[in-house]
């Protein structure tokens, strides 16, 4: 097939016989080896999404409030008044499984750019963290270098992060998970889309100059986990977060001068990607000469320099008469600045180096005829039965409460977070810890009033895991519950598919159904998906990771007065909760800690009806005046979100006995979702009633109490004892 | 009033002093960027925090030599008030005008965090206004205060130490410490008491919906010692 290139470099290239005869056909000639390398990394799942662009294309993507949608750095949607609000979540999972502290620090900086590429000045960082068991040193070594990596760059830029979860499971050890997500705030007059337009226009670059760090690091993420490419540590890449910072401003007073016509920032396929998409865009063609291209190490070839992904790099398009305008700024922020090529009209990306044309290939071929994959699927065999809840003894009951507490994954994070800057910007009106979601105050400008937003991302895999449809319809209403405890309602979602491997049936089967439940979800809150990332291939010697698709939410707060905490407020408060009881263990974090992970099994009890009733319900007790606080019941069931209100509130509480025919289950149970609520007992009345005209049960569990949380035959529970559980940090960490 | 907020590269709490000097003190605020001269009249320099020039080579320690510094400390030595925070108490740890240095914290980590601290002295244009106690947010990795025994005894002795971190029971413990600073030292002022620095962040501290209004005693402290000089 190919007398130019062998097998194996085709194959080190992950370009199949298929796609190669594709590029033949397109370039209507073999490639050389600069091409080559660029189909290679256009063409990879990072960037082409071959294997889950059909599927993706099913999710629901227009909203009255949507200015733009999938397909550009970020999604958009409108506040009014003339500004709007711009968000997007990534992966960096195989960086930070090699090189923790760079791999993060990297992928924060690169959701960041993706953020002001747009216009927007990124306001607020959200993580989610998947890793194995604490307890391996192995496993401290990656959490600790992973949250110094995401402190490191945030905290220099000097963005807040200011919510996230990170959970602790032995299915993620052997590939875990990094996601981030920004938020930015533009006003949508400076709203710049990454197109290259206009023929004589020039292309800038500006930004960090260009060394052999992170090539083929698109490539690397769309592999699976081996020791090969463990130890292919050249695949990542540093970064400057000084220099991020520096690219921000510059980038942003760039934009608000309308200095620049296209701007797309180098992050996977480097200068490859933002040439090559800036081109097909803008429906037209682009010319560059490598020589001109800032670098920083010796005798690099045009391959080194289209494919490195050395990090802080931005790419802008100028007319020529503010070209000189728009140096100076890159000049006055210290970030280099150099034209390096043209928009044209020939509709083909040029790459020119030491005088010779060392790529010439169609922009559109690359895009649009991108290889579409609709992969086997196979649904595996359907899960056994739940497992049967055990009937325990008070005292068991009272240990497994304490177990919960402290078990990683309800623990309070705050020797997380507490390494985050969560305050810088000085809008942070919920901190972590201090709600269900994250709350912002985004200042109004020229006259235009104060808007509160809520941000919050999370996904439970274990129900995915069970059964992805459902589970994901649940990680995204879960997300949605966090935001109506803090009075909020979704605008827009932004998600991160982590999953294994596409060319495994069952994994595609997975993808397949949990974007189904996505899109579920998302029409049963008239929302629309604003855009998101895949990261698939993550899978190592234990198999592929749990399904994890990350859900991230944008929310809006009407009235400040109706910002709402978990924190009991008063003594004497009636103390309610929402939502119908559990009916079972599976998949719990009790079934993890008490059972010893009896797992993932039976089907996931969950309505999206319901718990959109749900939601509302709460909503109309936060808005009418009547909730005083409001918790989503989540992992380690009523019992651990009792504790959490309890703590946050510094009050304890007097309940009655939790109704059930089983403790364990009515206790720790998780599923269908529920609301903890607590409101004057003169409000009790018509809690009951807005509940019931939305058909929500809503039961009395007792009151607001000085002293400790009491649960009936179980007896009293200390602040002292539960503050203690729940601040447990692992042992090394 | 006229305020001038320097901004180094790196900055990020620039706008925040801004907002708390602009916006809750109705003040005029205007930025100056480190290459620049200070501009005239001024009545106050406010050194902000962040990473200015990312914390390389040593936080503060590149900021400190630049132009505007050869500025701002002419204006010191002019009687000027200077207030740095955070990064810009590291900057005139390192620019000589404060003694002392910012260490990287017991444990090593970046704590960003509620402190609560106790006002040590009422003598000083700085905390004329600030009550006995107060709870300001810090956020650092290198804010452990240390200086040699010499320097440590000058600055007890001249009531030069204006903040110190305190336990929940209000006493300058090692519980209390978030970050193993000498003394639980938070915040000093020079010999002359018109040049200031702080880890904490008062202007993070500056409306309640945001959770807390205690730093604003700072910035009053400063508009009275201001008024009363005039």
């Known amino acids: 097939m190919s007398p130019r290139h062998s097998a194996e470099i085709l194959k080190h290239h992950g370009v199949r016989p298929a796609e190669y005869a594709e590029i033949e056909r397109g370039l209507g000639r073999e490639p050389n080896l600069t091409e080559l390398g660029i189909y290679s990394v256009m063409w990879s799942e990072h960037c082409s999404y071959k294997h889950s662009r059909r599927q993706l294309k099913t999710l629901p993507t227009k909203g009255e409030r949507l200015l733009v949608g999938p397909g550009e750095n970020a999604g958009v949607v409108d506040l009014g008044h003339g500004r709007c609000v711009v968000f997007k979540m990534e992966s960096h999972n195989h960086p930070s499984a090699v090189e923790p502290f760079q791999g993060a620090a990297t992928g924060v900086g690169g959701i960041l750019r993706d953020i002001f590429t747009m216009g927007a000045r990124p306001i607020a960082m959200l993580n989610n963290l998947r890793f194995g068991d604490p307890a391996d040193p192995h496993m401290r070594r990656l959490i600790d270098g992973v949250v110094e990596g995401i402190a490191s760059y945030g905290n220099c830029v000097g963005v807040p992060t200011v919510a996230g979860d990170a959970m602790f499971d032995a299915e993620h050890g052997g590939n875990i998970l990094v996601n981030a997500m920004c938020v930015g705030i533009a006003r949508t007059e400076d709203i710049l889309l990454a197109r290259a337009s206009g023929a004589g226009n020039l292309v800038l670059y500006f930004g960090s100059a260009t060394g052999r760090d992170g090539i083929h690091g698109a490539t690397f993420a769309s592999e699976e986990l081996t020791e090969e490419t463990l130890e292919r540590r050249g695949a990542v890449q540093v970064g400057d977060p000084f220099m991020g910072k520096k690219i921000l401003e510059a980038t942003l007073e760039l934009i608000r001068r309308k200095l620049v016509v296209g701007m797309q920032d180098m992050g996977a396929a480097g200068l490859t990607c933002s040439t090559c998409e800036m081109a097909a865009r803008g429906g037209s063609g682009i010319t560059v000469d490598l020589d001109k291209v800032p670098q920083r190490a010796e005798a690099m070839t045009a391959y080194e320099i289209m494919l490195s992904e050395s990090q802080e790099r931005m790419l802008a398009v100028v007319t020529p008469e503010n070209a000189e305008a728009a140096l100076e700024v890159c000049c006055r922020w210290d970030c280099g600045g150099a034209i390096i090529g043209e928009v044209a009209d020939h509709g083909r990306v040029h790459v020119h180096h030491k005088g010779q044309l060392v790529a010439d290939i169609p922009a559109l071929h690359l895009t649009e005829n991108a290889p579409l994959y609709d992969p086997a699927a196979e649904a595996p065999a359907p899960p056994p039965a739940d497992p049967e809840p055990p009937a325990l003894s008070d005292a068991e009951l009272r240990d497994a409460a304490y177990r919960l507490l402290a078990s990683p994954n309800v623990a309070s994070k705050r020797w997380i977070y507490e390494r985050y800057d969560h305050q810088v910007q000085t809008q942070t009106v919920l901190r972590p810890g201090d709600g269900d979601a994250a709350v912002l105050r985004v200042r109004g400008e020229g006259g235009a009033p104060d808007v509160f937003l809520s941000v919050m991302s999370g996904c439970n895999h274990r129900h995915v895991a069970r059964d992805p449809r459902r589970g994901a319809q649940l990680a995204v209403m879960e997300v949605a519950r966090n935001l109506a405890c803090v009075g909020a309602e979704p605008l827009g979602l932004t998600n991160c598919l982590n999953f294994g491997s596409p060319e495994n049936p069952r994994v595609f089967w997975t993808l397949r159904e949990a974007i189904g439940g996505i899109g579920d979800a998302c029409r049963a809150l008239r929302i629309p998906v604003t855009g998101g990332n895949v990261s698939l291939y993550n899978e190592s010697a234990g198999g592929a990771i749990p399904p994890t698709p990350m859900i991230g939410l944008v929310g809006e707060i009407a009235d400040p007065a109706h910002i709402t905490r978990p924190g009991f407020r008063a003594a004497g408060d009636a103390v309610l909760v929402l939502g119908e009881a559990p009916r079972h263990i599976g998949a719990t974090e009790f079934d993890r800690v008490v059972l010893g992970a009896k797992g993932f099994r039976g089907t996931v009890e969950f309505d999206l009806a319901r718990e959109l009733a749900l939601q509302h319900a709460v909503l109309d007790a936060i808005r009418s005046g009547h909730a005083r606080s409001a918790h989503d019941v989540s992992e380690g069931g009523l019992l651990a979100a009792l504790a959490e209100c309890c703590l946050a509130g510094g009050l304890g509480a007097e309940i009655g006995g939790i109704a059930g025919d089983n403790a364990a289950v009515a206790l720790f149970g998780e599923l269908p979702g529920r609301v903890v609520l607590s409101c004057a007992m003169e409000s009790v009345a018509a809690v009951e009633t807005l509940a019931a005209s939305r058909g929500v049960a809503c039961e009395r569990l007792g009151l607001v109490a000085e002293g400790p949380l009491r649960i009936g035959s179980l007896g009293d529970f200390t602040l002292e004892s539960l503050r203690a559980a729940h601040e447990t940090v692992p042992d090394g960490c | ?230």
């Open chain 2, 1 to 230: 009033m006229r305020v001038g907020i320097l901004v180094f590269p790196g900055s990020n709490c620039d706008q925040d002093l801004h907002h708390a000097c602009a916006g809750a003190m109705g003040w005029e605020a205007a930025f100056v960027w480190h290459s620049q001269a200070l501009p005239k009249s001024l009545d106050l320099v406010l050194v902000p925090g962040g990473f200015s020039h990312g914390d390389y080579l040593r936080c503060g320690a590149l900021a400190a030599l630049a132009p505007v510094m050869a500025d701002v400390r002419r204006f010191a030595e002019g009687g000027g008030l200077v207030l740095g925070v955070c990064n810009g108490f590291q900057i005139l740890c390192e620019a000589g005008l404060l003694p002392g240095v910012l260490r990287v914290n017991r444990g090593g980590r970046f704590r960003c965090m509620p402190a609560r601290l106790r006002t040590e002295t009422l003598a000083s244009p700085f905390t004329n206004r600030c009550t006995r106690f107060l709870t300001l947010p810090i956020a650092h990795k290198e804010g452990n205060y240390f200086a040699d025994p010499g320097t440590l005894e000058r600055l007890e002795e001249n009531d030069q130490v204006l903040f110190r971190y305190v336990d929940a029971e209000g006493s300058p413990t090692p519980a209390g410490n978030p970050n193993g600073a000498l003394n639980n030292i938070a915040g000093i002022c020079n010999a002359e008491r018109n040049v200031a620095g702080l880890m904490p962040h008062p202007e993070r501290a500056a409306e309640p919906l945001l959770g807390g209004a205690d730093g604003l005693g700072l910035f009053r402290s400063v508009a009275a010692a201001l008024g009363a000089l005039r």
